[in-house]
Every structure is written in structure tokens, then in C-alpha cells.
């Protein structure tokens, strides 16, 4: 059964601060991703990586950074918070084989004040 | 520029009747189209895939009908069960950009 964790489910920071969400996958999946879910528009993304230490950028990363040093660790930046990066966000994994197929993890709820 | 979109953002069905639900797209290159359930507090699961080359793929309760001249596909449950209710995601993977391009999600309310 593939599982993706994040390291919190609810996160709260102030404005200015570095945050770092965490994304493990045990499923040996070569892709990974970061998406934010906002209402009304869905789920955009942020980054993704295809392998360690490569990183491409999604549709909205300005203000984010992220990093992978272990196949199956992918890790998002905020380097200085703001009040519009409250959100939820979501990783997901999937294999070079059914890359359609992604997997989630169950997000973190972030909220910036 | 929206290239997958679901233009209802809501929809309530009777338990036991069919859920239909839509989504459009423009980019005529996409190769597969998938459905996601989300429920609260919980990240999105997958759910069917069609080929672009298929016009229709069945799973169980679910079916997925995929109509490539009118660049429309539709996610069938039959019968819709209280389970059903959630935030339905139209995707699309893109091959060319390798990602996938997920719509902006239906809510289904399945009403007893």
C-alpha cells in the first residue's frame, strides 16, 4: 500500500518566518510533487522533481523553494512567510511507469498570521 | 488560462440515482484523463483513468466517458452511494510538460 506522509497536519507561523513542510513517500516513486489547494481554485502546482537533487517549477513558485537529497524525501521552503501562502498543502508521488497516477499524501493545513 | 475546467461547483444527487459529473478541456495533446476524490481533511485519491485514445473506461459503480471532438469528458456513479459525497478533481497529464492539470473540483452531495 503506497504511502506519502507530510510532517504536520496543521501548522501555524508567523510573517517573515522560514517554514519547511516535509514529504516522505515509501513506495520508491521517482516523481514528487507540491500542490496548494485554495477554494475555488483548485489544486496548482508548485514544484516538482523527477529525481534526487532535480527540481522543475510549477505553475506558482515564486516564494517557494524546495529540495531533494533522498529519493524518497521531497521538501518545500517557504523562505519568508506571508500571509498569502496561508493554505493547504498537498504532496504526491507517482512512478516513472503510471505517472498519471498520484499519489497524496493527507496535506498540512498551513496558516500564516 | 484554464485548460481543465469544471464548470459546476456543486452538485446534490438522490441515494441510489446516477451522479454525472463534467469537465472540459482545450489542449488537445493531453494523453490521459483522470478522475480524484477528495474528502475533507484527506489528500485526493485516485480514482479512473481513460486513455485518450478510448471513449469509455468502467470500474465498477464508475465510468468515465471520454468524447475527444467535443474535448469534454464525464464521470458516472451508478447507483450514488452517501460514501460518493466529496470533492470530485477532473485531471489531465500532459506529456509533453509531464505534469498533470487538475480542474478546479465538484463537490457531490448525495442526499438520503
Known amino acids: 500500500d503506497v504511502k506519502v506522509t507530510q510532517s504536520s497536519r496543521y501548522l501555524v507561523k508567523r510573517t517573515g518566518e522560514k517554514v519547511f513542510l516535509e514529504c516522505v513517500q515509501d513506495?520508491?516513486?521517482?516523481?514528487m510533487f507540491w500542490y496548494r489547494q485554495d477554494p475555488g481554485l483548485g489544486l496548482r502546482l508548485i514544484y516538482f522533481?523527477?529525481?534526487?537533487?532535480?527540481?522543475e517549477k510549477g505553475d506558482i513558485p515564486e516564494g517557494y523553494s524546495v529540495s531533494r537529497e533522498k529519493k524518497e524525501r521531497f521538501s518545500l521552503i517557504l523562505e519568508s512567510a506571508s500571509t498569502n501562502q496561508t493554505s493547504m498543502y498537498l504532496c504526491a508521488s507517482t512512478s516513472r511507469d503510471r505517472p498519471y497516477e498520484q499519489y497524496f499524501g493527507p496535506g498540512t493545513r498551513l496558516t500564516v498570521t | 488560462d484554464q485548460q481543465v475546467k469544471q464548470n459546476s461547483p456543486s452538485l446534490s444527487v438522490q441515494e441510489g440515482r446516477i451522479s454525472i459529473l463534467n469537465c472540459d478541456y482545450t489542449?488537445?495533446?493531453?494523453?490521459?484523463f483522470l478522475w480524484y476524490k477528495k474528502y475533507p481533511a484527506e489528500g485526493p485519491t485516485f480514482l479512473i483513468s481513460i486513455s485518450s485514445i478510448k471513449d469509455k473506461n468502467e470500474d465498477g459503480r464508475f465510468t468515465v466517458f471520454l468524447n475527444k471532438s467535443a474535448k469534454h469528458l464525464s464521470l458516472h456513479i451508478v447507483p450514488s452511494q452517501p460514501g460518493d459525497s466529496a470533492v470530485y478533481f477532473c485531471?489531465?497529464?500532459?506529456?509533453?510538460?509531464?505534469?498533470?492539470?487538475f480542474g478546479k473540483g465538484t463537490r457531490l452531495h448525495i442526499l438520503p
Open positions: 485531471a489531465a497529464s500532459d506529456f509533453i510538460k509531464d505534469k498533470i492539470i
Open positions: 522533481s523527477y529525481d534526487v537533487k532535480m527540481k
Open positions: 513506495m520508491d516513486h521517482e516523481n
Open positions: 489542449n488537445s495533446m493531453f494523453d490521459y
